[in-house]
């Protein structure tokens, strides 16, 4: 029931073949009202199809896998000027063995060159969906950027130090939440909403690698985060909130 607030047009999902961005393209085809397209992309790896593990059965769904580290995972799919209204850009990678913020924006270079690509990319294709929609109010239901960000960027918590330095994951989230709040000054006169989330500790690939397990499933946490963004509105533009809508510190 509370993701029928949500009335949008079309999203893009990347990272949709599994774990949290899976599940917000299985969300989103379930929603009582979908949206009347879902683009899901992810980085083809090895050349694996994951085409089957994107269940739904809609015609509203359509699939796109990118050649590794393609920045632009997701551009050759949208087709005929269609108007976005959410852009989901779902990155999670952790690399344990490295510390160092160059080695790993050297060698996944699309952590933070990925979102602002693809967010330069969509630009007319958001304006064009906020331009259509009535009033001016931002929310998710007329243009939005969500940023998939995590509270191990958070300078002032450094969530899980205990659990895991993994120095260059957190440096990379936190550059990406300053690029969410660059995003919600620069597209803020042309109607689109930014914001950072951090999605909890789910139950994932990646969060489960360790020795203990972590409190939150993608499903719950999917279903928080689209509560989150029924209810976003202009104060909440260039924010880091968490899947329950609690505001994380820089």
């Known amino acids: 029931s509370d993701m029928g607030e949500?009335?949008?047009?079309?999203?893009?999902?990347?990272?949709?073949?599994?774990?949290?961005g899976l599940g917000l393209v299985q969300h989103f085809l379930g929603m009582p009202n979908?949206?009347?397209?879902?683009?899901a992309a992810w980085q083809a790896e090895q050349g694996a199809g994951h085409e089957e593990a994107v269940q739904g059965g809609s015609q509203s769904l359509s699939l796109c896998a990118a050649p590794p580290a393609s920045p632009l995972v997701g551009c050759g799919t949208v087709r005929g000027g269609r108007m976005f209204t959410v852009l989901v850009p779902n990155v999670a990678r952790r690399v344990r063995s490295w510390s160092s913020l160059l080695c790993y924006l050297h060698a996944h270079p699309y952590l933070l060159s990925s979102p602002l690509l693809r967010s330069q990319a969509f630009l007319p294709l958001l304006k064009k969906a906020a331009q259509g929609s009535p009033g001016s109010a931002l929310s998710c239901s007329k243009a939005a950027i969500v940023n998939m960000s995590s509270s191990a960027g958070s300078i002032e918590?450094?969530?899980?130090?205990?659990?895991?330095?993994?120095?260059?994951?957190?440096?990379?989230?936190?550059?990406?939440?300053?690029?969410?709040?660059c995003?919600?000054?620069?597209?803020?006169?042309?109607?689109?909403?930014?914001?950072?989330?951090?999605?909890g500790w789910v139950q994932t690939d990646m969060g489960g690698s360790g020795s203990q397990k972590p409190p939150v499933t993608v499903d719950e946490s999917v279903r928080g985060m689209l509560k989150v963004l029924s209810s976003l509105s202009e104060k909440e533009t260039g924010t880091f909130l968490d899947w329950e809508g609690k505001v994380v510190p820089w």
């Open 6 to 20: 949500l009335h949008i047009r079309s999203v893009l999902v990347t990272g949709a073949n599994r774990g949290i």
């Open 34 to 39: 979908p949206p009347k397209w879902v683009f």
């Open 157 to 181: 918590d450094v969530y899980l130090w205990h659990f895991g330095h993994v120095v260059s994951y957190r440096c990379s989230k936190a550059a990406l939440n300053m690029l969410t709040k």
């Open 183 to 199: 995003q919600s000054l620069g597209y803020r006169e042309h109607g689109v909403l930014c914001v950072a989330l951090h999605p």
